[in-house]
């Protein structure tokens, strides 16, 4: 499956690329929020004032690259809490007005298929249509899915992505039981902060994928791993089962992308996996730079095109330079809240 066009949206300058000319934003606090664009040219200004924030960031790095490629099969996403924040305002207005009459704009966009289904209605796609809801392995299962149908030869080409907010209400919750840091951090010093917990993040990253190589194409999505709650060993296992189907060893493996959040529980995942198996490849880290949310592994796939495409990465996401050589395959590994584990394996072409 090759990735022919991407867009993002995240806590970063990387919708317009500027991220890659050295421009990157510093953190205070355990927020993360994404820098949005202008969508003037892209949504009708009726239809961006009712949008949520979830649903304007995810039709506004769709739509670029919708325009662009216009012959797609389908659209397939993947979110976690994507239009939670609507959902949550229209729960409070049933009980604000008394179950009487209600806008419907909060219950339209509350869904989580709202961000799929608004760039269908806009494109006047009518193909196959759908939004994996799969907290950390959203991303995966939709990477899956496309795999699947493009493999089968039953699609040529689909919109390919994630979407997912900071709501208020979850990450009250989530900050509850622990999931997020007590204390201040700034993003210079996440890693190396060595306490429990992470920060907060969001964002919205859309590919264009093919089934066949072609001039456009930037890379290629080799294959895909998911497990939860493995037991001890399961993860390597599942590991050396990747490389061997895709005929590869380790040490062909040129470039890690770890998800590295800041986590004294269970960052140490990543340094076992890197020192284990991997000590040859240079590793890369991104929640540093975007917070942690259950998507994010989507914007760690975003970073590993620019790496297999020669981008110059900037400092803040080097983790480890080995040689100053071209990587040829990137294997991306994350895990959420140390429960579901995803394996993303690319390849440059």
């Known amino acids: 499956m090759f990735i022919t066009a991407l867009s993002c949206i995240s806590p970063q300058q990387t919708y317009d690329n500027t991220f890659f000319q050295g421009e990157v934003k510093s953190y205070s606090g355990n927020h993360y929020a994404a820098i949005e664009p202008a969508y003037g040219s892209l949504i009708p200004a009726g239809l961006l004032r009712r949008m949520g924030k979830a649903v304007r960031m995810g039709v506004g790095t769709g739509m670029q690259l919708i325009q662009n490629s216009p012959e797609l099969d389908g659209i397939i996403l993947g979110t976690a809490n994507g239009g939670l924040e609507d959902c949550l305002k229209f729960l409070n207005q049933i009980v604000e007005y008394n179950e009487g009459t209600l806008t419907p704009t909060n219950f339209v966009q509350s869904t989580p298929n709202a961000v799929a289904g608004n760039l269908a209605l806009m494109s006047k796609n009518t193909g196959y249509n759908t939004t994996h809801v799969h907290k950390g392995l959203a991303f995966e299962c939709a990477v899956l899915d496309a795999m699947l149908w493009l493999n089968e030869k039953r699609a040529k080409a689909f919109l390919l992505g994630t979407v997912d907010e900071i709501s208020l209400h979850h990450y009250n919750i989530e900050h509850q039981i622990g999931y997020f840091k007590k204390e201040e951090s700034t993003s210079e010093a996440l890693l190396q902060s060595g306490t429990p917990g992470t920060v907060c993040g969001e964002g919205a990253t859309m590919f264009v994928v093919e089934s066949a190589i072609s001039h456009r194409a930037m890379a290629e999505i080799v294959d895909v791993e998911q497990i939860s709650y493995p037991a001890e060993g399961e993860l390597g296992e599942r590991l050396n089962h990747l490389l061997k189907r895709n005929r590869l060893n380790a040490k062909q493996v ?29 590793v890369y880290s991104y929640k540093n730079l975007t917070g ?21 990465i900037p400092q803040q996401a080097i983790r480890l330079k080995n040689a100053a050589r071209q990587a040829s395959y990137v294997l991306i590994y994350n895990h959420y809240q140390g429960v579901q584990h995803g394996l993303i394996l690319l390849k440059a072409v």
């Open 254 to 282: 040129d470039a890690l992308i770890l998800g590295y959040s800041g986590d004294s529980r269970n960052d140490d995942l990543y340094d076992n996996l890197h020192q284990q198996m991997f000590s040859h490849s240079d």
């Open 292 to 312: 942690d949310y259950p998507t994010s592994s989507a914007f760690a796939t975003w970073l590993g095109v620019q790496i297999l495409t020669g981008k110059e």
